[in-house]
């Protein structure tokens, strides 16, 4: 089928400002080579899904400006090479910040 598990040597998404809608896949995981995923400004209405720390080279991981709801996955501390995390603009996301996202030493930008 058309599954985005099939790009498995993807190393960039950059789906900005498309008004693409949905959930996240879960399928996601499986983009083990993806480093830069730029999903801002859509209307993608889920919950971070917590296959997403699965993605071990990704280093930018910006989620701003969609519906994203619930609580972001204690997981993605498992990111060791993320730089730059932005999840501003989602109304929806409730709970504290993970802790494991403090222990990132790569990190050098959260925006929320």
Do not use: C, H, W
């Amino acid at each position: 089928g058309d599954k985005i598990s099939n790009l498995s040597s993807l190393r960039t998404i950059s789906i900005t400002k498309n008004q693409f809608s949905g959930t996240i896949s879960t399928d996601i995981s499986s983009l083990k080579q993806l480093e830069n995923m730029y999903a801002e400004s859509n209307k993608i209405r889920s919950s971070i899904p917590t296959e997403i720390a699965l993605m071990e080279n990704i280093r930018v991981l910006d989620l701003s400006q969609n519906y994203l709801t619930g609580e972001i996955p204690q997981d993605v501390g498992n990111l060791k090479r993320l730089e730059y995390f932005a999840l501003s603009g989602n109304g929806g996301l409730s709970g504290p910040l993970p802790s494991s996202l403090f222990e990132l030493k790569s990190l050098q930008y959260i925006y929320f």
